[in-house]
């Protein structure tokens, strides 16, 4: 079982550490990545409100070429106009599914909320089907409470 509470930790320490905003969140992509082993790919989209549309920024893993998402499409644009975390523990089973790779089989999205404010989203993706447990979810929404501050 991964070490949540120590990569809480971690990420803690790199949201209070002096660098920049983005070299940041892309540490944070990078120990995700590297600390729990279904965790293929990482990345954030920031959320532009006002054009419904989210942008990619730093990531973890294979370079993809959706870096720009309209809400609603795909899961990542379904978690942006609901405001829900998403688990797809088998992206065949969806019909809204926007393909990073063939490799990818379930995915995480977990929105960012500021002040009440929709600013971005950690998207997270599965080389195995059914990896996702409520403490990933637990997890997860714990962060992105974390992340908040650099926004």
Known sequence: MPDYEGTLKLANKLI??????DDV???ICFLLKDEVKNYDWVGIYFANNKTKKLQLGPFAGDPTEHVKIDYGQGICGQAAESLDTFV??????????????????????????????????LDIDSHAKNPFTEDDTEFLEELCRMLAELF
């Open 16 to 21: 209070n550490s002096e660098a920049q905003r």
């Open 25 to 27: 969140l892309g540490a």
């Open 88 to 121: 797809i523990q088998d992206i065949s089973q969806e019909d809204n599914y926007l393909s990073c790779s063939p490799t990818v089989k379930s995915e995480i999205v977990i929105p960012i909320m500021k002040n009440e404010k929709f600013v971005a989203q």
